[in-house]
């Protein structure tokens, strides 16, 4: 079974003639240690499906699965320890805390669920080594390069168990290099078996999915074929055309 | 792609032979343009002709000959690295084309148009993307071949996404006047 599954899932505002709707009927399943990118333009309903993926907005209608439990059926308690425990978060702006060096600011959300300090803190160095921010976890986030404090946001979304990352145009105004290694460190968390979903309308991030899935005024409307095996990429690659 | 300046610029390095040059012209872009042999060796000896490169011997361009680079074959060869190529008229680009064409097609969507091309584009960027991807294997040449096909792959992508919005966006508010001739006018006169 899927870790993720949103079932005929559509969100809208307002009722009436001023109803919206942000999505309509969308299906879509994320297996564990699959990155599934979610493309579209700005207006789309992506940003909206990442909310109701993350349990931080309810839909109109569908359900949401994750892990087999249906959301619609959880307490907001145990809706709480989902984005708590399950659910990681990458956002645009890093959305890190100032006062809190880069070791805090992964280690916080094991503390906040209930992990004594220095045991948080301990998990949250090697996550910080993991990802190759060794010497930089006693630095405040003003004291960061762009790269290096989406670095520090990734390792706060995987710290602990999560095993679902969420992000949304994780790479923001990152210059492309370090665009590319935001995109290798999701990676790396998915092979360690989380599952992620990272809306984007960047061709170039989106490419590093394993499945590109298309959405267009709150529709999915086509997605990517499966990649072929490795020994058949080289071969079917096509000759790029001559330039003059 | 100028097989005959990528040879000169193998060649600045110092004497090869002729099968050395090969491998090192596959090794040098990334092992993604493959060379025939006899390309090779044809392209040599009109570069010998035209006293770019030079030999000790009279014999056929062959597998153990040796060439080396002449003065004017590096003079050729820094003029061909500073000169920008040919950008300035715009390309007559197929999938343009297809996109025009289909605004004038009854009864097909230039949306899904759009999408099927896109589609097909963002999967030949997987594919350059995994190759990439590992790390272990890493190999500068290709790293920047691939970075250069995703670079011309994006932009496509870019420019089906901005036609997208623009479509969208005249289908609700068409404009007052046709900009058809203005258009051409314009790009004639840049010529």
Redesign the interface.
Known sequence: MSFLELRDVSKSYGSGATEVHAIRHVNLAVERGSLVAVMGPSGSGKSTLLTIVGSLEEPTSGEVVIDGRALSTMSRNEKARLRRRTVGYVFQDFNLLAGLTAVENVALPLELDGVPGKTAQRTAISRLEELGLADRGAHYPDELSGGERQRVAIARAVVGDRALLLADEPSGALDSINGEAVMRMILTACHRGVAAVVVTHDAQLASWADRVVFIRDGRIVDQTAPPPSAESLLQDLPEPTPRP | ?SVRHALLALLSEGPKYGLQLRQEFEESTGE??PLNVGQVYTTLQRLERDELIESDDEEEAGPQKVFRITRPGREELDAWLSTP??MTSPPRDELVIKVLAALRVPGVSV?DVI?VH??Y???????????K?D?TDFDLTFAL?A?A???R??SV??WL?VA??RLKRAAHEPPSATPGPRIRRRLVARR
Request: charged share 40%.
């Open positions: 792609m993604v343009w190529p040919d949306h999408q896109r589609r584009l963002v999967e030949l960027m997987q594919q350059w993307t995994r190759l991807e790390e071949v970075d096909e995703l670079f792959l994006d992508v870019r996404d997208d919005g």
